[in-house]
T-cell receptor, first 114, second 114 residues
């Protein structure tokens, strides 16, 4: 089954404790992206990757890091989480190139930073 | 860079009422347009998309959208809503060029009362 898998789905952590949210897709998609969803603000892009070893900042990259060492994986790293990073995070992927491809979303990861 | 504006943050309708959700985008070139739906507690799913050709596109569950290039609009419509259409709806735009990324609107929350 084609899917985007995120882990963990739910996480409560404390300020400053590094964490990683994993994302994996099994569709051989070149493009992957991370979004955060906050009430009234919709989805805002954090980082995206056009292919292995190619990453770019989205609209709200501050406080986040990503890596793309393999085509299927695109982890989101919060080196020193802060309460304003409490949010619902979505990973997504699509086939490369023009924006014609449908974006496939993971189930979401709800993060709370105390 | 492209941007998307959704006119209504919240819409409340009774079952069988007609629906129209507004979406306007800002971008100077050719675009691809999408409507995504997020049911309560779930991830985003594609409703419909426009790439080229007939500006009236039909999606799943009886939804349709019309691309009006002169107005930079891509409004979503459904003749008769059901309680199960209660969800948040997101319009998204992507430049029709290689290596492009999607930008989402802030979403419209639709509540359909039985």
């Amino acid at each position: 089954e084609a899917q985007v898998t995120q882990n963990p789905r739910y996480l409560i952590t404390v300020t400053g404790k590094k964490l990683t949210v994993t994302c994996s897709q099994n569709m051989n998609h070149e493009y992957m992206s991370w979004y955060r969803q906050d009430p009234g603000l919709g989805l805002r892009q954090i980082y995206y990757s056009m292919n292995v070893e190619v990453t770019d900042k989205g609209d709200v990259p501050e406080g986040y890091k990503v890596s793309r060492k393999e085509k299927r994986n695109f982890p989101l790293i919060l080196e020193s989480p802060s309460p304003n990073q409490t949010s619902l995070y979505f990973c997504a992927s699509k086939s490369r190139g023009a924006g014609t491809g449908e974006l496939f979303f993971g189930e979401g990861s709800r993060l709370t930073v105390l | 860079a492209q941007s998307v504006s959704q006119h209504n943050h919240h819409v409340i309708l009774s079952e069988a009422a007609s629906l129209e959700l507004g979406c306007n985008y800002s971008y100077g070139g050719t675009v691809n347009l999408f409507w995504y739906v997020q049911y309560p507690g779930q991830h985003l799913q594609l409703l419909l998309k426009y790439f080229s050709g007939d500006p009236l596109v039909k999606g799943i569950k009886g939804f349709e959208a019309e691309f009006i290039k002169s107005k930079f609009s891509f409004n979503l419509r459904k003749p008769s809503v059901q309680w199960s259409d209660t969800a948040e709806y997101f319009c998204a735009v992507s430049p029709n060029s290689g290596y492009s990324t999607l930008t989402f609107g802030k979403g419209t929350m639709l509540l359909v009362s039985p």
